[in-house]
């Protein structure tokens, strides 16, 4: 039953919830410094917008429980409860026990042997190269175990007494750094997260279409199916199978205003952890996870950097932000802006978001002093590392025409190794 708040924005709801889910649901919203109202509305939303069966719940032994929710609310979820054959107890007890799962605890130790690792590419200024880093770097994660070694191994016994300044590193140091490269033969998640699509594009996938079911509606709350059913296979003998696509939708230009407006009409919804929420269902699926993210400082930039923060008991530089850059100055600009919005997300939520590296994209000497100054600033960046200098060769345009992975086209190019060379040096 459900009596009205003298505010009017509210009304009492009162339900019955096992004496464990209570506690845990208490002691959950207190170390997350939430109200239990606000959690309750956001549990019974999500649990009535997901059009997945919920797994039983043990209710025996449940007892009164009662919060307030927004008007009408209460009334939509029983005819939720009858429409799918539940009774109100069970249909509350799925609906807290997804959000628990949903919002671990700050003290668990919720990585587990071999944790997805989470490779975000990111920079607000367009036209460095995010999506062929995002790209190659996948790709390099997914190709048949043993290829790329070999490949790599032979890149940097080419590589020339200039090429090896440009890195700021010797040939022996690197071939430390290859030692055990592990890349190839992994499971790989490319995620086009840019409303731009080029990603989608440059593959020959085609993007979502605006108005149905994408990773905007997942993060939203909007689903109508599962996320899984929208991830493409890339068809090419080099993977195995083993590279997917999550293809982008043009919808994502209005994800922030999306988020904005679900927040404020749901006052337990965290909207920093939307793109988590919406991959979570696919990382059991996967080794790794590669974000190709848009030009943005707005607050799906925010959902990508919390999706890379260092996870409870998770290993340093596995997983956070991978930055490409040119060399030019109106790129250091903007990786200025792009540091200060990652401390500022650390700082306000308590994360710590690792820095994978810097790579310097479409690096090209004809251009002088401009070029190699600039690259001797990157080097000396404070608390960062280049990982790798790509130069702005012919095969990656090539690619795009074929829209045809890299590493498939020409596996044994400069530019396919240096981007295993970056999934070799990334967080090291």
């Keep these: 039953m459900a009596s009205p708040n003298p505010d009017g924005d509210r009304e009492k709801a009162a339900f019955k919830l096992p004496p464990a889910l209570q506690q845990e649901l208490k002691v959950r919203c207190a170390e997350l410094g939430l109200d239990i109202q606000d959690a309750v509305t956001t549990a019974i939303t999500h649990w009535r917008a997901s059009s997945e069966a919920g797994r039983d719940v043990d209710a025996s032994g449940a007892k009164s429980f009662s919060t307030w929710l927004p008007q009408g609310l209460y009334e939509d979820f029983k005819a939720t409860c009858s429409a ?19 919002n671990p605890s700050p003290k668990e130790v919720i990585a587990r042997p071999g944790e997805i690792r989470r490779i975000v590419v990111c920079n607000q200024k367009g036209g460095v190269g995010k999506t062929t880093i995002s790209a190659g770097v996948a790709e390099a994660h997914a190709e048949t175990p043993g290829l790329g070694a070999k490949c790599l191994q032979d890149f940097v016994e080419s590589l020339t007494d200039t090429e090896l300044e440009r890195l700021s590193r010797t040939r022996e140091q690197l071939f430390a750094l290859i030692a055990d490269y592990a890349g190839g033969g992994q499971s790989v998640l490319l995620v086009d997260f840019d409303p731009q699509l080029h990603l989608s594009n440059q593959l020959g996938i085609p993007p979502i279409p605006v108005g149905e079911e994408s990773l905007v509606t997942h993060m939203t709350g909007e689903p109508s ?20 696509v999550l293809p982008g939708t043009r919808e994502g230009f209005l994800l922030d205003s999306k988020l904005a407006l679900t927040a404020a009409q749901s006052r337990g919804f965290q909207k920093e952890m939307a793109l988590e929420r919406a991959l979570r269902p696919l990382e059991e699926d996967y080794d790794v996870i590669v974000i190709d993210s848009p030009p943005s400082l707005g607050l799906s930039m925010d959902t990508a950097l919390y999706y890379a923060r260092r996870r409870p008991n998770e290993k340093p530089g596995r997983s956070g932000v991978l930055v490409p850059v040119q060399s030019e100055d109106s790129s250091a600009d903007a990786y200025q802006m792009l540091a200060e919005q990652i ?33 001797e600033e990157w080097h000396q960046l404070d608390g960062q590392t280049v990982v790798a200098v790509v130069d702005d060769l012919k095969e990656q345009r090539e690619t795009v025409r074929l829209k045809r992975p890299l590493l498939a086209y020409v596996p044994e190019s400069k530019q396919s190794n240096v981007m295993r060379l970056i999934v070799a040096g990334a967080g090291k």
Excluded at 92 to 102: C, G, K
Excluded at 225 to 244: M, N, Q, T, Y
Excluded at 347 to 373: C, H, K, P, Q
């Design 84 to 102: 799918r054959g539940l009774s109100y107890v069970q249909g509350l007890a799925q609906s807290i026990r997804s959000w628990l799962d949903d």
């Design 225 to 244: 199916g599962a996320i899984k059913d929208l991830v493409v296979p890339i068809e090419d003998p080099r993977f195995e199978g083993r590279l997917h």
């Design 343 to 375: 401390e500022d997300l650390e700082d306000d939520l308590r994360l710590e978001i690792d820095r994978l590296g810097i790579v310097v994209n479409l690096f090209d000497s004809r251009r002088g002093y401009i070029a190699t100054s600039s690259l």
